[in-house]
């Protein structure tokens, strides 16, 4: 029995395994370049065989990518086990923190996929269309929430919009900038404005017209807190 095999019987074996391949990948896109660079190579790279590799990613690009599901995954909890009176704006800033951590975690490796997606097209639009499942998520879940307000839906994908982009816009500065240890707070203290930007809770006198004000206006001023992509 292999070394590897070994390694994959338990959860911490199978996490380490993970964070070896990805690891390789990385290093291998970044040295050789992404379309010289095989999964045999990647496997190779790692220790284990090709089986082993699809036995964690379904391809190549999957192997640079953050690990996504559990991010959403996060989300979804946090949503599931809030309390019903919680405010809105306090819940969705909470639920989109819990993303940060998994950056956070490694931040050199953070800064290196982050390099990657900018350099190579096919992993830049693969996470771009990853943006859209976490739209997707919160808007679900608040949709949810606000299922007796008559602008619910609205309210839901305005707040869910919102805050995507938000949270995108702080994790990518501080990416930017190398991810400095001591800028994650600033990150996070850019990515919570946004709670100021969002419509009210479900009330009377907050209608249509109002929502799409306060979008309008959140827009206007994300954009111009944001400093230009490097």
Known sequence: MTVAARRGRSPEGRAEVRRDLVAAAVELFLVRGYEDTTVDDIAAAAGVGRRTFFR????KEDAISPDHEAALARIAEVFET???????????????????DIYADDPRLSVE????????????????????HYRRLFTRYLRRRFASDPD?????????????????????AWL????????????????????????????GGDGLHAVTQRLEQAVVRLERNTPPAP
């Not at 991810?179 to 479900?202: I, K, N, Q, T, Y």
Request: glycine content about 10%; hydrophobic content about 40%.
């Open 56 to 59: 964690y990613f379904r391809s």
């Open 82 to 100: 809030a309390h019903p009176t919680e405010p809105t704006a306090t819940l969705v800033l909470r639920a989109g923190e819990t993303v940060f």
């Open 113 to 132: 996929r982050y390099r990657l997606t900018h350099e190579v097209p096919v992993l830049r639009d693969r996470e771009s269309a990853s943006v859209d």
């Open 152 to 172: 619910g839906d609205l309210r839901a994908a305005v707040i869910g919009a919102a805050v995507v982009a938000a949270h995108n816009l702080a994790l990518r």
């Open 176 to 203: 930017g900038a190398g991810a400095p240890e001591d800028g994650m707070e600033a990150c996070r203290g850019r990515f919570r404005r946004v709670a100021g930007m969002l419509p009210g809770e479900p009330a």
